[in-house]
């Protein structure tokens, strides 16, 4: 019985807190709608990012509904016969085998025969083969391209993966299916003919089919095995094999890895062999990435939290202010600190987790809305409606320890406070103590820039090469260093800011009446001013970090960008490839040129010329021309994602493929090229029989390039030396374009001819007037099927680098500034309700309406100018780091940078003016505030 009592003893004050946090809550409406606002916008973010993200997480019924329908399985052969093969149970397209040093398969041949899977399954089951194919159609439109799925797909095994909606399946290869955008798209109804292109052909459309992995707008179409291809055999290499009434578990799976195939089963998807019991080595670049993404994740969240406690917190402080002889009064009668403390916690809990409530019942509802503006019908980008209630309750019972956060400071300081004095109604000043923790601010200044200098270097110590990770633990290190080094120092900059802030106060003092009773009152009391300060630095800084960031990797895009000809043009070579891996060259230039006129409107247009190097699957046993780089010029390749890294010149300009280097044409071909006009010293090379070389790292100290003729047999590869039959040379000059292409060197044909060099037609090069959109590429490659008969060329619009600054970086600073804004709307309601005596007694002598407003906006120059400009630097603390060390180039933005750091705080308080309204004096008002 003693124990009970005790426990009931401890629980009361805590239930009593709680029932006067409810009660305080329900009669300062506006306060505790402005806290649950702020607690349920970040709360809303992660519930709404939590539904959308593990919607696009399959189950493994998921998985099996759009990979496999009602099939067992599906079966790839990757390879020849390998003991050592082991694949990834739910991802088949991750598997390893043993290599050696050289990364070359250990166990198996590269030319190795294939196994055919009908020999590794029982005879008495059923193996269905699709293949992916694309094909040339004619439509309403035009000539365009479209994907091709061959197989039996209308097979009632394959629901819901594939479903036949209406008409019947083909019953042989000149009938087809169609999706229903494909239907629209060609302009027919069921039973309508269509025409397909590569060769020309007629079909019958007799069905319309719905694929689970296509969006609802793709157009597609299925045939009969063989009815795109034209072969009617099953291809080992190609085709995905469904099996159909025999059950693969985990150790047959291993077993067919063996034999060179790759499986994913419906039986080992929904009983997966446990962690730990297969040897598959860890991906270091999916490592990568997933360390890279909860990191971000985490800086989100943390960034998150810091701003409700900052904003929570000084309502909270307004709160307990405003409480004060409620709290005196419970203090008078007996009532422990604790129980104070208690008092204002639990409005902390109270208000929390109604904000976590609303937030994530916004969430949830955004999230919904999202899916369903942005779902394009694919069964494969919103797996299914994955609301998560644990994690849901776990966003909102986080939700309440934020806002318990929020209060424990105001709740400390409301513990200690003078009893008598509150129950006198007597206010004291606040004074700003010159204490050491200024000097502690500086030093965790020191330590955050000590930190993020730190994670720099580390990061450049963890590449082996240009390009390429060695130390991929260090690299996700130097990552979290990099972030956290300006967090910390932002922590110590809220230590000095009082200080900082006296200094700015001073010297605004000096514009004015307004701008002198701003300034007292920001540096009289911190508990109001610094929440203001700290809201806008917080958010300017992940703003500016963020910018700086997207401008450095932008401008590192820019810089390794490789153009294949100049910006505004399309270029459509003419080679190709047959099965037998020979390259042709099509004689269709003309038909090219007319194809780009009529779909694109292009004016300009060449047709050049170029000596084709040596190729691969070539009968010619001639010596082959390969043009000579100067002696110094060098490349090191290196592994990696960036090779290009290790050379002082393009690294195109070292890799001896089957594209000319020798092109030729006539002057305005060269000034097409070169998108510019070609100089007075180019055309009287050209005219004496010379070359322009578009690299000087071609032309040699005398003035020529050398053409080194080479066996058609030897393999050249970067910074190979072989010893050339012969050499030629011929006098040339520079002339660079604006950026590199690839085009190396241009002379007349002519020119050419003498030197025993034979060109052929080669290349189409035009110049348009707007951009090729995405829509327009179907047509394109459709039209140049229709004139290979099936080959696909390459054709390459150069759009010139993706912009990452653009129009995110403009959606980044709408997005900061209206965090930015919400933050000091609540910030500087809070100052105004916490000075609302001050401006009482500012009416009660006799002050202007317009001081009051000028006051005002003075008071939000000072406050959101510093926060800014403190937070503006340190935004830029991780970004400047990196680009010392080369790491990213230092390109920030500015005129977004400078937006956000000196004309937000200007916008503030230009709204801070027009929304404030003076208070005058009023007796009643006067005694409710007294």
């Not at 993404?293 to 969240?301: D, E, K, R």
């Not at 180039?889 to 929304?915: K, T, Y």
């Amino acid at each position: 019985m003693p124990g009970r009592m005790r426990g009931r003893s401890r629980i009361a004050p805590f239930r009593a807190a709680l029932r006067f946090a409810r009660r305080d809550a329900w009669a300062a409406k506006g306060r505790s709608a402005l806290i649950i606002a702020m607690v349920a916008i970040p709360v809303a973010g992660l519930s709404g990012v939590a539904l959308v993200g593990l919607s696009m997480v399959p189950t493994a019924d998921e998985t099996i509904a759009a990979a496999l329908g009602q099939a067992d399985a599906r079966i790839n052969i990757v390879s020849s016969p390998d003991p050592s093969m082991i694949q990834s149970p739910s991802r088949p397209d991750w598997y390893q085998v043993d290599l050696d040093s050289s990364g070359v398969p250990v166990n198996s041949q590269p030319d190795g025969a294939l196994v055919d899977p009908a020999t590794l399954v029982s005879a008495d089951s059923t193996l269905i083969a699709l293949r992916s194919a694309d094909v040339t159609i004619e439509t309403a439109t035009g000539i365009t391209g479209m994907p091709a799925v061959e197989g039996e797909t209308w097979n009632a095994g394959f629901e819901p993966k594939y479903v036949l909606l209406d008409g019947r399946a083909p019953e042989a290869n000149d009938e087809i299916l169609v999706t229903a955008a494909a239907l629209d798209r060609l302009g027919v109804r069921i039973g309508d003919g269509a025409t397909l292109l590569d060769p020309e052909r007629s079909v019958t459309v007799v069905g319309v089919q719905d694929a689970a992995e296509f969006p609802d707008s793709q157009p597609v179409v299925f045939g009969r095995l063989g009815a795109f291809t034209g072969d009617t055999e099953q291809r080992v290499s190609q085709d995905d094999f469904y099996l159909f009434g025999h059950v693969l578990d985990w150790p047959a799976v291993q077993q067919l890895n063996q034999s060179g195939a790759v499986v994913l089963s419906r039986s080992v998807l929904l009983k997966p062999p446990p962690a730990g019991s297969y040897q598959l080595q860890t991906s270091t670049e999916l490592q990568g990435v997933a360390t890279t993404v909860v990191t971000l994740t985490a800086a989100g969240v943390a960034f998150a939290v810091l701003e409700v406690v900052l904003l929570a917190g000084a309502a909270f402080t307004v709160g307990a202010r405003q409480q004060q002889r409620m709290l005196a009064t419970v203090a008078s009668v007996g009532g422990h600190r604790r129980t104070l403390f208690h008092i204002v916690t639990a409005s902390g809990l109270v208000l929390g987790f109604a904000g976590g409530i609303v937030g994530a019942a916004i969430g949830v509802l955004a999230g919904s809305l999202f899916m369903a503006i942005t779902g394009d019908g694919s069964a494969v980008q919103y797996w299914g409606y994955h609301l998560s209630i644990p994690i849901l309750v776990g966003i909102a019972l986080f939700a309440m320890v934020i806002g318990w956060i929020a209060a424990l400071l105001p709740a400390w300081r409301a513990s200690r406070m003078d009893v008598l004095a509150a129950l006198r109604g007597a206010r004291r000043a606040q004074t700003v103590r010159h204490t050491g923790r200024r000097w502690i601010g500086l030093s965790i200044i020191v330590a955050g820039v000590a930190m993020t200098a730190g994670g720099a270097l580390a990061g450049a110590a963890s590449f082996a090469a240009p390009g390429k990770i060695g130390n991929s633990s260090l690299y996700q290190l130097s990552i979290m260093l990099v972030l956290a080094g300006p967090v910390l120092a932002q922590v110590g900059a809220l230590l000095v800011a009082p200080r900082i802030l006296a200094v700015v106060a001073a010297l605004v003092a000096r514009l004015g009446m307004g701008a002198r009773l701003a300034a007292r009152d920001s540096v009289r009391n911190r508990s109001r001013s610094l929440p203001v300060l700290a809201a806008i630095m917080t958010t300017v800084f992940l703003g500016t970090m963020l910018l700086a960031f997207f401008g450095g990797a932008d401008e590192s895009n820019r810089a390794t960008y490789e153009r294949w000809n100049a910006e505004g043009q399309i270029m459509v070579d003419l080679n190709g490839w047959t099965d037998e891996n020979t390259q042709v060259i099509y004689p269709i230039a003309p038909e090219v040129t007319r194809m780009l006129r009529a779909q694109f409107g292009a004016e300009k247009i060449s047709v050049l010329s170029g000596v084709r190097p040596a190729s691969p699957g070539v009968t010619d046993t001639s010596p082959k021309p390969l043009l000579a780089l100067r002696p110094e010029v060098r490349c090191e390749l290196v592994s990696g994602s960036n090779p290009a890294g290790a050379c002082d010149a393009p690294f195109w300009l070292f890799s001896n493929g089957t594209e000319p280097q020798i092109w030729t044409g006539t002057v305005d071909d060269l000034a097409l090229i070169l998108d510019k006009k070609v100089s007075a010293d180019a055309q009287r090379a050209l005219r004496a029989g010379g070359a322009v070389s578009l690299y000087s790292e071609y032309v040699q100290d005398d003035g020529t390039i050398q053409i080194e003729w080479m066996s058609a047999s030897t393999s050249i590869g970067a910074n190979q030396e072989a010893t050339p039959l012969s050499t030629t040379t011929i006098d040339a000059v520079v002339q660079e374009p604006a950026h590199p292409i690839h085009f190396s060197v241009f002379m007349l044909e002519s020119t050419a001819t003498a030197h025993g060099l034979e060109p052929v037609t080669y290349r189409v090069l035009a110049s348009l007037s707007a951009p090729i959109k995405d829509a327009d590429y179907g047509q394109l490659w459709g039209s140049l099927r229709s004139l290979t008969g099936g080959t696909d060329l390459l054709a390459r619009y150069e759009a010139g680098p993706g912009s990452t600054i653009g129009t995110a970086g403009w959606a980044l600073v709408a997005v900061a500034a209206l965090v930015a804004f919400g933050a000091a709307a609540v910030a500087l309601g809070l100052a105004r309700v916490d000075g609302r005596r001050d401006d009482v007694t500012l009416s009660a002598v006799g002050a202007h309406p317009g001081l009051r407003r000028s006051v005002a906006f003075w008071q939000a120059v000072l406050l959101t100018g510093t926060g800014a400009v403190l937070g503006g630097i340190l935004g830029l603390l991780g970004p400047t780091m990196l680009g010392l060390v080369g790491l990213l180039p230092f390109a920030p933005p500015w005129p977004q940078v400078a937006l956000l750091v000196l004309g937000l705080p200007v916008i503030i308080a230009v709204g801070s003016w027009l929304m404030t309204r003076p208070a005058y004096f009023d007796e009643r008002l006067q005694r409710t505030l007294a």
